[in-house]
């Protein structure tokens, strides 16, 4: 079935880059998404990019999708303390389908 | 800016009890949308509804939930004869059209004791 990865853990020094990485198993996705979810809080839709595209650039995130390799990253440029948080990949995987198959999130630790 | 609300933030039931969840979507969306996350696990598509009607839902959904659109403004998620196995935290979310951006919900904290 459809399936969606991401590295558990990032840790980055506050005004670095962080690149946050997803990969999925489905080519059929219309939408690939990002959310954050901040501690005891719900999920903030941050970006999203339509599957017909490669980049997608907003402020300070830009989103880079390779749909040959099935590959997503998240890229946060000045990484700031307040970008601490769980960081999902989601995508409607299957086509015809609204449900969202969410990774296991990636931890962003910003080191002051 | 609009925003999908859900009460209450935080239930604590006993097991065997029925819950209510509820959501007020933002108002002109048509799709709605439960998931739930297991503390430390994934978030998991519980359900989707459409013009009053389930329109696709998960394994994990069975006789057990239930949803409901009561009025015009609220979504609900019972549960009935809650288990441990349900404590997670469930969000609620809308879109406006089919596989579009959906929008989520503070979530409920949901504990079975």
């Known amino acids: 079935g459809e399936d969606v990865e991401q590295s558990l853990f990032l840790s980055v020094r506050e005004g670095d880059s962080s690149v946050i990485n997803c990969t999925y198993t489905?080519?059929?996705?219309?939408?690939l998404y990002w959310y954050k979810q901040e501690p005891g809080a719900g999920l903030q839709l941050l970006t999203y990019?339509?599957?017909?595209?490669d980049m997608k650039q907003d402020q300070r995130l830009t989103v880079l999708l390779n749909k040959k390799d099935k590959h997503l990253s998240l890229r946060i440029a000045d990484t700031q303390t307040g970008d601490s948080a769980i960081y999902f990949c989601a995508g409607d995987l299957d086509t015809g389908r609204r449900a969202l198959t969410f990774g296991s999130g990636t931890r962003l630790q910003v080191q002051p | 800016e609009p925003e999908v609300t859900q009460t209450p933030s935080h239930q604590v039931t006993q097991m065997g009890q029925e819950v209510i969840l509820r959501c007020v979507p933002i108002?002109?969306?048509?799709?709605f949308y439960w998931y739930r996350q297991i503390l430390g696990q994934k978030v998991e598509f519980l359900v989707s509804?459409?013009?009053?009607?389930?329109?696709?839902k998960s394994e994990i959904f069975d006789d057990q939930f239930s949803v409901e659109r009561p009025d015009g403004s609220n979504f609900t998620l019972k549960i009935r004869s809650t288990k441990l196995e349900d404590s997670a935290m469930y969000f609620c979310?809308?879109?406006?059209?089919?596989?579009?951006?959906?929008?989520f919900g503070p979530g409920t904290r949901l504990l079975v004791l």
């Open positions: 108002s002109n969306h048509l799709y």
């Open positions: 489905d080519s059929s996705s219309t939408y």
């Open positions: 509804f459409y013009n009053n009607e389930i329109s696709e």
């Open positions: 990019i339509f599957s017909n595209m």
């Open positions: 979310a809308s879109s406006f059209q089919n596989q579009e951006t959906q929008y």
